[in-house]
Each structure stands twice: as structure tokens, then as C-alpha cells.
């Protein structure tokens, strides 16, 4: 029952442990062993995505932060330009729609007031199509898109989103799989992100039993007022997901930037009452990454790391590491999101905040 908290302390923690079950349940039907099944994304989705030449994706908070990662993911295998903007700036300016422009909107509840002023000012302007990613079905955005993937987390209660987040990234990936396989995907590739795509519940599981390690990490945060999360790539996002959450719920303040921007601003507040937290899975960016902690250790910033074993991050005085399973370059924002998600809802409850129910946000922003 979703509104039962169960064996656990709050629907938050209920809901990133579920996790491994509600990425496999918005796979299900929608990929075989080595393919995606295009048809599965709606009838019509075959005609649709053919000759889209631009995606434009829309959305608020957490669901922003999918669209972001999501960026990295169309343009590197798509090869289709995309672009990313927050609903309520998109929705006040005025914006070119390039020809054939597939609108998609990503949200959990399908009832978020900016999102839908934004389709509904977009659809009369003219693009290729509407496509929703959401986790409510017959919310107003699935009833008012033409193809719509539901992610199947399932209700999410409490206000931080977690599951719906990497729910929504799942089916964004089996998305941009389908849309790259009408821009030239081999067949090859396909099965090598489908084949990461089944290794994910299993890899989301190896995280979550990392927990008791991360509720140990989670207590050097509890004391500091502000802290900056790092990521590169499509793990800059992940960094921004990461920093939300902290402010959400525990309320510290926390900045995510793309780890090379650092020496641009940030590394001017870094000291030792500035927790830095970095997303480091081993990929082409990974030595980079390290000479950018370099620089943090350089001014006494304590680093939290996150990082694949073989991308060789040594722990020392003042570097915490905690290792992750080795995880598929594209599918690695999905699983470097949980270790986060689980830091803050450590931070939280030493905190003693309403962890389900922070102050001053809502769970649906339905109202301007
Ligand atoms: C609120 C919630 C967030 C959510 C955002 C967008 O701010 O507290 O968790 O990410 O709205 O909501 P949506 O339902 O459109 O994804």
C-alpha cells in the first residue's frame, strides 16, 4: 500500500528504497533482451519521431533535472538538438520553435501550473508533436500530449521526489533510444544501452546497501550551512539533483556546479566548513574531475566522493571516497543519484526536520 509507510521511518526513504522495482516495472513491456520495443511507447510513436529535428523539453525542479541529463543523452546518440529550459522562464518569453520540434514535457504529477501554461502556449505555435513523460495517469499533461510515456513509480507521498526522478530518466533513456534509432543508431549500441538498462535494479540495489556507510558520511554535514555539489557531464545534473535534495529537506544551503566552472567563482568560498560532494563514475572526464578536487583539497575543502573504483580516487586526510559499482557511462546518472538522495535524507533526520513534509514547499505546485 503507498500510503503506508511500512517498516520504514518516512515515505522518503520508502520511496528511494522501492527504486529497483519501479525502474524494472517503466522497462517493462517497452524493451526486449537487446532492443526497445518503439511501438510500446504508443502507436503512433513511430510516425512521430521520424524527421524530428529539434526536442524541445520543458519542465520544473526535480523533473528539470531529468531533462537536463536527458540533453546529454539525445544529442550524443540521437545526434537530434535539444533543448532544455524551466517552465515558468519558458513561458514568459518570446521563443523561436525551430521546424519539427517535438515538445516534451516531463513532470511527476502532470498538474504543475507553469508546465502546462508552457504546452499550452507551445501547441499554439506550432511544433512536430506533444510528448509527456509522467507518472499520473490522466493528469491534465497526459490528456493534453500525443504521446506520452508513464514512468511507473507509482504514488510518490513524500514532497523531495526520488523515485519519480529516476523513474523518469529510465523511460527518457528508452526514449532517446528510440528516437536515435531513426537518426542512425547501430543495432549494436542499441543492445549495449539495453543490456545497461537491465543491469540497473541490480546496480540501484548494490547502492542502497551502501546506506549504512552513507548515514555515517551524512553526520560531518549536519553542522555546516552551506555546501557545493560537483558533477561533469551528464553527471552535472546528477550534482544538481544532488544539491536540491540537501536544500529541500535539511535545509543547507548547497550549489551544484559543472566541476570545470569551479575556478570561475566558487573555489573562492571553499574552506573547511565547506562540505564538497562529487559525482565521479570512471569516464573520459574522470581525470579531469580529480585534478578539479585537486584544487578543493589545495584550499582545506573536505571532499565527499562518489567514485567507480577503477576511476582511482585515493582517500586521504580530508577525501572521503565511497566506491560504486562499475555502472555503463549512459546509464551512471541514474545509479550516482541514489548515494545522494540517500546523504540527504541522512543529513535530514540527524537534522530532526520533517523530511516528508519540509517547510514551505508542495508536493504539486498547481497555482502560479
Ligand atoms: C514541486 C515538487 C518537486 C517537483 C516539482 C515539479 O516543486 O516539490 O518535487 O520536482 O514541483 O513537479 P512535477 O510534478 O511537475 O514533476
Not at 58 to 65: E, N, P, V
Not at 73 to 81: Q, R, S
Request: net charge negative.
Amino acid at each position: 500500500d503507498s500510503a503506508d509507510k511500512g517498516e520504514y521511518r518516512h515515505f522518503m526513504l520508502k520511496e528511494i528504497y522501492e527504486q529497483p522495482r519501479v525502474i524494472k516495472a517503466t522497462m517493462e513491456g517497452r524493451i526486449t533482451k537487446t532492443r526497445v520495443l518503439e511501438q510500446a511507447l504508443g502507436t503512433d510513436a513511430a510516425n512521430l519521431l521520424e524527421n524530428v529535428r529539434h526536442v524541445q523539453i520543458i519542465a520544473c525542479g526535480t523533473s528539470f533535472h531529468a531533462g537536463m541529463v536527458a540533453r546529454y543523452w539525445i544529442e550524443d546518440l540521437a545526434g537530434v538538438p535539444c533543448s532544455v529550459e524551466v517552465a515558468s522562464e519558458f513561458r514568459y518569453r518570446k521563443h523561436v520553435i525551430q521546424p519539427d520540434t517535438l515538445f516534451l514535457c516531463i513532470s511527476q504529477s502532470g498538474e504543475t501550473a507553469d508546465t502546462l501554461a508552457a504546452l499550452r502556449q507551445a501547441k499554439k505555435a506550432g511544433f512536430r508533436a506533444a510528448m509527456a513523460i509522467c507518472n499520473v495517469p490522466g493528469s491534465s499533461l497526459v490528456r493534453e500530449s500525443d504521446l506520452v510515456i508513464m514512468t511507473q513509480a507509482g504514488p510518490e507521498i513524500g514532497v523531495a521526489s526520488t523515485k519519480a526522478f529516476t523513474t523518469q530518466l529510465t523511460a527518457l533513456l528508452i526514449f532517446t533510444v528510440a528516437l536515435a534509432r531513426h537518426n542512425g543508431l547501430s543495432e549494436e549500441k542499441e543492445a549495449e544501452i539495453v543490456a545497461a538498462l537491465h543491469q540497473l535494479p541490480g546496480q540501484v540495489s548494490d547502492v542502497l546497501a551502501l546506506d549504512a556507510e552513507i548515514e555515517d558520511m551524512s553526520k560531518a554535514f549536519m553542522d555546516k550551512n552551506h555546501s557545493l555539489f560537483l558533477g561533469r557531464g551528464s553527471q552535472y545534473p546528477v550534482a544538481m539533483e544532488g544539491a536540491l535534495k540537501l536544500k529541500e529537506i535539511s535545509y543547507i544551503h548547497a550549489e551544484a556546479y559543472p566541476a570545470g566552472e569551479l575556478k570561475h567563482g566558487p573555489l573562492a568560498l571553499v574552506d573547511s566548513e565547506m562540505p564538497v560532494v562529487t559525482v565521479a563514475p570512471n569516464n573520459a572526464l574522470v581525470e579531469k574531475l580529480k585534478s578539479n578536487l585537486e584544487e578543493v583539497r589545495a584550499r582545506g575543502g573536505e571532499l565527499f566522493v562518489f567514485a567507480d573504483r577503477a576511476a582511482d580516487v585515493k582517500p586521504e586526510d580530508g577525501v572521503h571516497v565511497m566506491q560504486l559499482p562499475s555502472v555503463h557511462e549512459i546509464t551512471a546518472p541514474i545509479v550516482y543519484t541514489v548515494p545522494l538522495q540517500l546523504l540527504s535524507y541522512h543529513v535530514a533526520v540527524l537534522k530532526g526536520t520533517d523530511v516528508d513534509q519540509p517547510r514551505n514547499l508542495a508536493k504539486s505546485v498547481t497555482v502560479e
